[in-house]
Structure formats: structure tokens, C-alpha cells
């Protein structure tokens, strides 16, 4: 069975950083894409960023310049490095992770963890 696990999250004042990490595990045959989303308060669901398989890195504009997304293939884990954060960051934050798995070994299929509270206030 393939899980996505986040971890990192917490309370951080206006100006700090955060790294979050986003591991995955099971029976992964290869990985397509793995990526963060978040999810304001009273906001819909929105990319952060994301890192695909050939390696290039995707921003929404928000972030861009302040967050850098990396990935560690051998482990099946990306990062998401948080500098300069501001109040309007916080959201829980989304791992994603298209995967090729034994259940589905040719065709990559979403996955997605369970979150982690980022919270930015003074």
C-alpha cells in the first residue's frame, strides 16, 4: 500500500522559515512528480510548487524567490524550504505525488498526504 506522509509543519513569526518534507513509501515502481499544495482559510486548494521527473521545478508566483522545492529520488522524498514567510502563508500545506506503484505500474496516479499546519503570525 502507497502512503505520503508530511511532516515539518508548526507556528513560525513573519520573516522565519520552515522546512517541510513529504516522503513516500510502498510498492513504487517510479515517480512521475511530487509536489506541494495549500489550503487557506476560506480559500480553495492552490500549487505551491512542484518538481517533475525530468527535474525541472514549477512556482506559483506567491512564492516565487522565497520557497525552493527539492526532491532525494532514493528516499521518494521532496522538500519544500520556506524562507521569508509571511502571515498570508498560512495554510495547511499538501503533499503530492504522482506514482507509477504495483497496483498501477504503467499509468502514474495521484497521491496525496494527510497535510501539515503551517501557521505565520506574530
Known amino acids: 500500500q502507497v502512503q505520503v506522509v508530511e511532516s515539518g509543519g508548526g507556528l513560525v513569526q513573519p520573516g522565519g522559515s520552515l522546512r517541510l518534507s513529504c516522503a513516500a513509501s510502498?510498492?513504487?515502481?517510479?515517480?512521475?512528480?511530487m509536489g506541494w499544495y495549500r489550503r487557506a482559510p476560506g480559500r480553495q486548494r492552490a500549487l505551491v510548487a512542484v518538481?517533475?521527473?525530468?527535474?525541472?521545478?514549477t512556482y506559483s508566483d506567491s512564492v516565487k524567490g522565497r520557497f525552493t522545492i527539492s526532491r532525494d529520488n532514493a528516499k521518494s522524498t521532496v522538500y519544500l524550504q520556506m524562507n521569508s514567510l509571511k502571515p498570508e502563508d498560512t495554510a495547511v500545506y499538501y503533499c503530492?505525488?504522482?506514482?507509477?506503484?504495483?497496483?498501477?505500474?504503467?499509468?502514474?496516479?495521484?497521491?496525496w498526504g494527510q497535510g501539515t499546519q503551517v501557521t505565520v503570525s506574530s
Open positions: 510502498g510498492s513504487i515502481f517510479g515517480i512521475n512528480s
Open positions: 518538481v517533475g521527473s525530468d527535474g525541472k521545478t
Open positions: 503530492n505525488a504522482f506514482l507509477r506503484t504495483l497496483g498501477t505500474p504503467m499509468l502514474p496516479v495521484a497521491y
